[in-house]
């Protein structure tokens, strides 16, 4: 339905931080809701982080929470996650996706390609 293109993924230490952007091909007003997940190797797939494109509500696994902010700019169709303290077990690939509903925050319609995230030093 819409297209999804993640960025600002790449190699950080223990303790770093990386800011990610998904960048949406029409307006993500006009969307229920965007979320950010990440799949590690021989993991689920997890729900890090949801907004409401609407009113900005927020969803945050407990795994993230007090790390990493999720915020969205409706001028530019883009939706950030900012990942502060970051550590080993965040390394996965993030993928940006439509979300029918914030506070349950499950992938409903469009993927993003991803992009790779890896805490090590």
């Known amino acids: 339905q819409v297209q999804l293109v993640e960025s600002g993924g790449g190699l950080v230490q223990p303790g770093g931080s990386l800011r990610l952007s998904c960048a949406a091909s029409?307006?993500?007003?006009?969307?229920?809701?965007i979320g950010w997940f990440r799949q590690a190797p021989g993991k689920e797939r997890e729900g890090v982080s949801c907004?409401?494109?609407?009113?900005?509500?927020?969803y945050y696994a407990d795994s993230v929470k007090g790390r990493f902010t999720i915020s969205r700019d409706n001028a530019k169709n883009t939706v950030y996650l900012q990942m502060n303290s970051l550590k080993p077990e965040d390394t996965a690939v993030y993928y940006c996706?439509?979300?029918?509903?914030?506070?349950?925050?499950?992938?409903?319609?469009?993927w993003g390609q991803g992009t790779q995230v890896t805490v090590s030093s």
């Open positions: 996706a439509t979300v029918k509903y914030y506070s349950d925050c499950k992938i409903f319609g469009s």
């Open positions: 029409g307006s993500i007003f006009r969307l229920g809701a």
């Open positions: 907004i409401s494109s609407s009113d900005g509500s927020t």
